[in-house]
């Protein structure tokens, strides 16, 4: 499956109906989810029966895609399912809660009730209408779901298509040490950086949340300054995705093997300061969201280092362990056979020779499917009440 993402552009009137199909659809989500409570045996079918019935009662409920409505069924099942998936797991969960007004940004249309024209640049949603749409790129393959997003005040389509992904992966081997000040160090000596532009986004971050706390309660002009701050987040989100597809894209059309160290344990070393640099690379989601994917789907291999692997203090020459090198030294002095090199690059190099010791992070890994369940049922849980 291949997804696109497209800019679309809905008039007035066409804007109108799609919150009103997203307010009706966080409404239908609701009722359903009131439903579930009051039920002592989960039983779908009636909860999926109760559309038709929506429908007479409250004749709103017509004016949106019938699929559509219905994928709220299944949103809320799946939202159960990930919910239980974690009570297993021993997590402390709550209950599913309801959603208030603004909640909702997405709706779905699943295998009909769209329409691509590619020439004359339109996508007709039923009940929507001819949306125009910006096809900055060719859509392959057949379009199997369709996705409406509104983001602050814009509106994107992600087209999901059974199209093939056709990359070549490269012949390198390469290990790649993370550091905090930097995005990453490569064992062929290649910097991997972040973009300046990011920086530029962060400061002015920190000058609009500034500007909010100073902004009266209630007031117009904070309201205005909070557009901001959300416009501000919305750019520095863009610009991270773009860097990280662009930095995963050109690894994989590199290398046949990427060796990465053991997160948990690199997150843990380090201090106050450089958790915050760590934080702001995100080189988790960097791997399981961008890298993982592409490497897989072009054949090439990532492997993570075991981790009591001592990557940084090891040299990479003759293997002699460095128990006195500190965080703050940045090169790396071997007494033993003379090696002077740059701290990350010697870790990089450490982590190409011995990654393939570690895990392979290529196929079915569970512990990040866990990992992403986790982080959007924070948001779920209410209560910690055992249910
Ligand atoms: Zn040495």
Request: with cysteine.
């Amino acid at each position: 499956m291949k997804a696109y993402k497209f800019r679309i552009y809905p008039n007035k009137e066409q804007t109108e109906k799609l919150e009103f199909a997203l307010d009706t659809c966080r409404q239908a989500y609701n009722m359903m989810l009131g439903e579930l409570n009051e039920q002592v045996v989960i039983d779908k079918a009636q909860i999926q029966a109760m559309l038709p019935d929506m429908k007479i009662c409250e004749p709103k409920f017509r004016g949106v895609y019938s699929k559509t409505l219905q994928y709220e069924c299944y949103r809320l099942f799946s939202n159960l399912s990930a919910l239980r998936v974690l009570k297993q797991n021993k997590k402390k969960v709550g209950r599913l809660r309801f959603k208030g007004k603004g909640w909702f940004k997405t709706i779905n249309y699943n295998q009909s009730g769209f329409k691509l024209d590619k020439e004359n640049k339109r996508l007709s949603l039923s009940k929507i209408g001819n949306i125009k749409i910006k096809l900055h790129r060719e859509v392959e393959g057949n379009i199997k779901q369709i996705t409406i997003k509104n983001s602050i005040d814009k509106w994107y389509v992600t087209i999901i298509t059974d199209a093939v992904i056709k990359t070549k992966c490269g012949d390198k081997v390469i290990g790649i040490d993370m550091s905090p000040s930097k995005f990453g160090v490569r064992s062929d000596g290649v910097k991997i950086s972040m973009l300046k532009e990011i920086d530029v986004t962060l400061m002015k971050l920190k000058k609009s949340h500034r500007n909010l706390s100073r902004k009266k309660k209630g007031s117009k002009n904070r309201l205005k300054t909070r557009k901001q701050l959300q416009k501000n987040y919305w750019r520095l989100n863009n610009q991270k995705v773009n860097f990280y597809h662009q930095t995963s894209y050109k690894l994989v059309k590199e290398c046949k093997l990427i060796g990465i160290e053991d997160l948990s344990i690199k997150g843990m070393m380090m201090g106050y300061y450089n958790a915050k640099n760590f934080q702001k690379s995100g080189w988790s989601t960097f791997i399981n969201k961008y890298l993982i994917y592409k490497a897989e789907s072009a054949g090439c291999q990532v492997w993570r280092c075991d981790r009591f692997e001592p990557t940084s203090k090891k040299c990479s020459c003759c293997g002699w362990i460095n128990k006195e090198l500190k965080l703050s030294d940045r090169t790396f002095n071997c007494s033993k056979c003379g090696l002077i090199i740059d701290r990350d690059l010697n870790a990089a190099i450490n982590i190409k020779k011995t990654c393939r010791q570690g895990t392979c992070l290529c196929g079915v890994d569970s512990s990040t499917v866990e990992k992403q369940q986790e982080s959007v049922l924070k948001q779920e849980a209410t209560s910690f009440t055992e249910w």
